[in-house]
């Protein structure tokens, strides 16, 4: 059975790039080679540690507890991980409990998310091993480790599926992903402060020592510490952290099965349908003209974003980024600069526009089949999300200002931010009918992730949109060099020309959208409707 299980998943993960077309197989080609670059550079690295035992116990200890970490916590921030592994896929089927564990634990091995998984732990492996014959013992830790992640993450997935398939469970998710984002600012802004005390880095070695020393009695620090254990012919530590690895091995072993038993005999308790959140149903907006359309598209956003955890999630991490990560994060003048990452994500909001929406986009293309009513749906979206991202991108660049004494500046940086934004968003927005992709309309199973096939329009309009807005800032851009170099009079000219331009790019391709729009109907509904089949 379990050879059945990692057949099926390996047929599932190939067949997809078989029935690729060539240039996505191309491009998927190329990602592979990327992230294998990447993953060897990061192997390589560990490797290197290998003459350095302490160096070498201190880096792996802290990397497979945060790997630990991720596997449990991704699926719940991100709601979904892999569909192939979903065990209500299973139910109906004569198997036990022990079998379909065995089962989706191979499957859970086959694919590239292990393989990246199993290449870094190599390297690590290696790094632990001071002397060769250590390496065996090293190897066998590194897979404990793997089997570790999976076991304890699918249980984890398992035991809050019923939960996450409501809105107060994706609540929970966007509370629990603020919180980690917080915490990453929070470490990043510590190891700052402890480098720049230290001056060489001592001091941010000590602290990383210091807590190597106490994750070491976890799980994952006990599986790291085994090779150094055996060396130095420490029976006692090595016997306590054998015992600790194995306990929790087989205590998300045991999770996992009751999870599973509970999943598949119980119904969850959802609650999809609510009332209609605010005064939503009183806005008094009309859709007969240009500005009602406008107007209506705004309120419709807004009540969406208020009443959907996955839509907020987003513009809480935008505040965080243009507020808070330049703040603790980049240190001395010019971190008033760091808000256009922030000032491009703003713009991201304004992405896949018809996607959101699945097959209900038909009901748009028969109330708003024309031109005008078209190009208002298309202005509306970018009104909602251009409204809040300035005021977000005029207070972070102020307060990074008022904080660094960079107040002569902010015309030249806030020039940069809005165009940036302003671009980002014309450009995502006339994507959104030029390359639609399919979003998943069902939030019902927590293993759900992308559709296949749609990730690389996905990608490729997310940095379509980087690009171009890269381009309306240009002109932002130059001022502000101008006015670093020549003048600072020439900032208050980017201050004026940057938004200028953003504005004028967000006219001409709000037409050029409801012209796209109008013209490809069948197709981007064709495109989008995938996402309530799947």
């Given at each position: 059975?379990?050879?059945?299980?990692?057949?099926?998943?390996?047929?599932?993960?190939?067949?997809?790039?078989?029935?690729?077309?060539?240039?996505?197989?191309?491009?998927?080609?190329?990602?592979?080679?990327?992230?294998?670059?990447?993953?060897?550079?990061?192997?390589?690295?560990?490797?290197?540690?290998r003459?350095?035992p302490?160096?070498?116990?201190?880096?792996?200890?802290?990397?497979?507890?945060?790997?630990?970490?991720?596997?449990?916590?991704?699926?719940?921030?991100?709601?979904g991980?892999?569909?192939?592994?979903?065990?209500?896929?299973?139910?109906?089927?004569?198997?036990?409990?022990?079998?379909?564990?065995?089962?989706?634990?191979?499957?859970?091995?086959?694919?590239?998310?292990?393989?990246a998984?199993?290449?870094?732990?190599?390297?690590?492996?290696?790094?632990?091993?001071?002397?060769?014959?250590?390496?065996?013992?090293?190897?066998?830790?590194?897979?404990?480790?793997?089997?570790?992640?999976?076991?304890?993450?699918?249980?984890?997935?398992?035991?809050?599926?019923?939960?996450?398939?409501?809105?107060?469970?994706?609540?929970?998710?966007?509370?629990?992903?603020?919180?980690?984002?917080?915490?990453?600012l929070?470490?990043?802004?510590?190891?700052?402060?402890?480098?720049?005390?230290?001056?060489?880095?001592?001091?941010?070695?000590?602290?990383?020592?210091?807590?190597?020393?106490?994750?070491?009695?976890?799980?994952?620090?006990?599986?790291?510490?085994?090779?150094?254990?055996?060396?130095?012919?420490?029976?006692?530590?090595?016997?306590?952290?054998?015992?600790?690895?194995?306990a929790?091995?087989?205590?998300?072993?045991?999770?996992w099965?009751?999870?599973?038993?509970?999943?598949?005999?119980?119904?969850?308790?959802?609650?999809?349908?609510?009332?209609?959140?605010?005064?939503?149903g009183?806005?008094?907006?009309?859709?007969?003209?240009?500005?009602?359309?406008?107007?209506?598209?705004v309120a419709?956003?807004?009540?969406?974003?208020?009443?959907?955890?996955?839509?907020?999630?987003?513009?809480?991490?935008?505040?965080?980024?243009?507020?808070?990560?330049?703040?603790?994060?980049?240190?001395?003048?010019?971190?008033?600069?760091?808000?256009?990452?922030?000032?491009?994500?703003?713009?991201?909001?304004?992405?896949?526009?018809?996607?959101?929406?699945?097959?209900g986009?038909?009901?748009?293309?028969?109330?708003?089949?024309?031109?005008?009513?078209?190009?208002?749906?298309?202005?509306?979206?970018?009104?909602?999300?251009?409204?809040?991202?300035?005021?977000?991108?005029?207070?972070?660049?102020?307060?990074?200002?008022?904080?660094?004494?960079?107040?002569?500046?902010?015309?030249?940086?806030?020039?940069?931010?809005?165009?940036?934004?302003?671009?980002?968003?014309?450009?995502?927005?006339?994507?959104?009918?030029?390359?639609?992709?399919?979003?998943?309309?069902?939030?019902?199973?927590?293993?759900?992730?992308?559709?296949?096939?749609?990730?690389?329009?996905?990608?490729?309009?997310?940095?379509?949109?980087?690009?171009?807005?890269?381009?309306?800032?240009?002109?932002?851009?130059?001022?502000?060099?101008?006015?670093?170099?020549?003048?600072?009079?020439?900032?208050?000219?980017?201050?004026?020309?940057?938004?200028?331009?953003?504005?004028?790019?967000?006219?001409?391709?709000?037409?050029?959208?409801?012209?796209?729009?109008?013209?490809?109907?069948?197709?981007?509904?064709?495109?989008?409707?995938?996402?309530?089949?799947?």
């Amino acid at each position: 059975m379990v050879g059945v299980f990692a057949g099926l998943k390996w047929r599932l993960v190939s067949s997809r790039f078989r029935h690729s077309n060539g240039a996505s197989k191309a491009w998927q080609i190329i990602g592979w080679c990327a992230a294998a670059l990447v993953l060897l550079v990061i192997a390589v690295g560990l490797m290197a540690l290998r003459t350095h035992p302490v160096a070498a116990r201190t880096v792996v200890i802290s990397l497979f507890t945060l790997q630990m970490v991720s596997w449990v916590l991704a699926p719940l921030v991100a709601f979904g991980i892999d569909e192939t592994v979903d065990p209500m896929r299973f139910a109906l089927l004569p198997l036990t409990t022990g079998v379909l564990q065995r089962g989706l634990l191979a499957a859970s091995l086959v694919g590239y998310l292990p393989l990246a998984n199993a290449l870094v732990l190599i390297g690590a492996a290696v790094a632990l091993s001071s002397s060769w014959t250590l390496l065996p013992i090293a190897l066998l830790c590194a897979v404990a480790q793997l089997g570790l992640c999976m076991v304890v993450s699918r249980a984890a997935s398992t035991a809050m599926s019923g939960l996450m398939s409501g809105r107060r469970g994706r609540d929970l998710g966007m509370v629990i992903g603020s919180l980690l984002f917080l915490l990453y600012l929070g470490l990043s802004f510590a190891l700052n402060r402890a480098g720049a005390s230290s001056g060489s880095g001592a001091s941010l070695g000590s602290g990383a020592r210091a807590l190597s020393q106490v994750l070491l009695w976890g799980p994952n620090g006990a599986l790291a510490a085994i090779p150094s254990f055996v060396e130095e012919a420490r029976w006692v530590h090595l016997v306590v952290a054998v015992l600790t690895a194995a306990a929790a091995i087989r205590l998300g072993w045991w999770w996992w099965s009751v999870a599973l038993q509970k999943s598949m005999t119980t119904s969850p308790s959802t609650s999809e349908a609510s009332a209609p959140a605010g005064r939503a149903g009183s806005s008094g907006a009309v859709a007969d003209s240009l500005g009602g359309m406008v107007a209506l598209i705004v309120a419709r956003d807004r009540v969406l974003t208020w009443r959907d955890p996955m839509r907020r999630i987003p513009w809480l991490m935008v505040v965080a980024l243009a507020v808070i990560w330049p703040l603790l994060v980049i240190r001395g003048h010019g971190s008033l600069y760091a808000v256009a990452f922030a000032a491009v994500m703003v713009g991201m909001q304004a992405g896949n526009q018809f996607g959101v929406e699945g097959t209900g986009v038909w009901l748009h293309m028969v109330a708003f089949a024309d031109r005008t009513r078209a190009r208002g749906e298309a202005l509306g979206h970018a009104v909602f999300v251009a409204v809040p991202g300035t005021v977000i991108v005029v207070l972070a660049v102020l307060l990074q200002a008022f904080f660094r004494g960079d107040l002569r500046r902010v015309p030249a940086a806030l020039g940069i931010c809005l165009a940036l934004m302003l671009g980002s968003i014309a450009l995502i927005g006339y994507l959104s009918a030029r390359l639609p992709y399919a979003m998943r309309q069902s939030r019902k199973s927590m293993f759900a992730n992308g559709l296949p096939g749609q990730k690389g329009r996905n990608t490729a309009t997310v940095l379509a949109a980087v690009g171009g807005g890269l381009v309306v800032a240009l002109p932002a851009i130059g001022l502000a060099v101008l006015a670093v170099t020549v003048a600072p009079g020439w900032g208050w000219v980017g201050l004026v020309v940057g938004p200028l331009c953003g504005v004028v790019a967000i006219v001409v391709m709000s037409s050029w959208t409801a012209t796209t729009y109008l013209d490809r109907m069948p197709e981007i509904l064709g495109t989008v409707a995938l996402g309530d089949r799947s």
